[in-house]
């Protein structure tokens, strides 16, 4: 079983920066693959999308909404994500959800963000806000 905490959520000014951290618990690099997913709507987790990812050999991808704003990062010798989020929008607000995907073959980064949905863990999620 592994946990995963998320932190660094608040509140912003559109064109404000916020940057979000997610730890594991234990060892996962080896075994998983990190991203973060995102519900806007208030909903349930799984009626959000997934925002960007890291692939096999630290591969990034993210959607489309968000790229050139977003940075994602990982520090294997912490167990630890980051993700930088520049330039944001009233729209980009929600819950950010740090997952783990497993590591079952080499996966790009496109290929980890479209597999987000079946992560095999997740975080508690923590809350974006972006006023205008």
């Not at 991808?61 to 330039?87: C, E, H, P, W």
Request: glycine residues 14%; proline residues 2%.
């Amino acid at each position: 079983q592994v946990k995963l905490v998320e932190s660094g959520g608040g509140s912003v000014r559109a064109g404000g920066s916020l940057t979000l951290s997610c730890a594991a618990s234990r060892g996962t690099y080896t075994t998983y693959y990190f991203g973060w997913w995102r519900q806007r709507s208030g909903g349930s987790r799984e009626g959000g999308e997934p925002v960007a990812a890291i692939g096999v050999d630290g591969d990034p991808a993210y959607t489309d909404s968000v790229k050139g704003r977003f940075s994602i990062s990982q520090d294997n010798s912490k167990d630890t994500a980051s993700l930088v989020m520049n330039d944001l929008r009233p729209e980009d607000s929600g819950v950010y959800y740090c997952a783990l995907v497993h590591r079952r073959k080499r996966l790009t980064g496109m290929q980890v963000l479209g597999d987000m949905a079946q992560a095999t863990y997740w975080g508690q999620g923590t809350q974006v806000t972006v006023s205008s």
